[in-house]
């Protein structure tokens, strides 16, 4: 029988790696895709097929899933939309150029990439599409606003998709991680230095006081912080689920604001998330 197959983006480390290793371990076809071609050969070194996918640049969408397909012979399983990065900074500091660029990789070319995949899934009479959101998709966290708006984004964007293809056998699916030990945070250092001009800004103390030290001394790990493997976990059960859920919580932090969400009032909640 034809292994089950599927495109991970973002599998140069973290969740997408992670994720590569185990599904192929697990005798997944997996077509671990990444940004730079340094990560690609990595990973075909350990024995996946790996590919070039870089959001900002749509041609490699449409070159990698056609290199998986010529693989497969033109099915392919499921989709793992994993690849993003964070732009730290207040809001009141971030330029729309700033925001179009990471919508461009968190949002645009998810959506790029699940259009192009769902006739395929559709012809073949199934398929699982995952998005990787955040527990920042559900609550928005005070100078994460430009990750925040495209989690929030992508919930959207996924409910929508679940709803118009109710009928069909392709199912959506959500993994809601929180915070998990991943190179996001030291990836986000060049955006911030190219976008934010912080010692200008009016909230400079702020800066000083808050981000600086998170983003460039060595903290250890965050409060709840799990390794990438936990949410590799729960994409496996959402692609093999015969039922899955819509969505799938990994960390107590996402659990935890969630039902915070449904029960406080927003402004006991806006107060709960300025102290964190």
Known sequence: MQKKSILITGCSSGIGYATAKILHKRGW?????????KDCNKLKNEGIESFLLDYQREKTIKTAL??????TGGTLDAIFNNGAFATPGALEDISTGA???????????YHELIRLSIPIMRDQGYGRIVNCSSVLGLVALPFRGAYNSTKFAI???????RVELINTNIKVIL??????????????????????????????????????????????????????????KKVIHALESPKPK?????????????????ILPTKWLDLLISKI
């Open 175 to 232: 993994i809601e991680p929180g915070p998990i030990t991943s190179l996001i945070r030291k990836n986000s250092i060049p955006k911030f230095e190219k976008w934010v001009k912080w010692e200008q800004s009016y909230r400079v103390d702020d800066y000083r006081k808050f981000l600086i030290p998170r983003l460039y001394k060595e903290n250890g790990l965050d409060s709840f912080e799990l390794p990438a493997n936990a949410v590799s």
């Open 155 to 161: 919930e959207g964007l996924s409910d929508t998709l």
């Open 66 to 71: 056609q290199s998986c397909l010529e693989v």
């Open 246 to 262: 819509a969505r799938y919580f990994v960390t107590t932090p996402t659990y935890f604001m969630y039902y915070m969400k449904k």
């Open 99 to 109: 925001l179009k660029d990471i919508f461009q990789t968190n949002v645009f070319g």
């Open 29 to 37: 076809k997996v077509f671990a895709t990444c940004r730079k071609q």
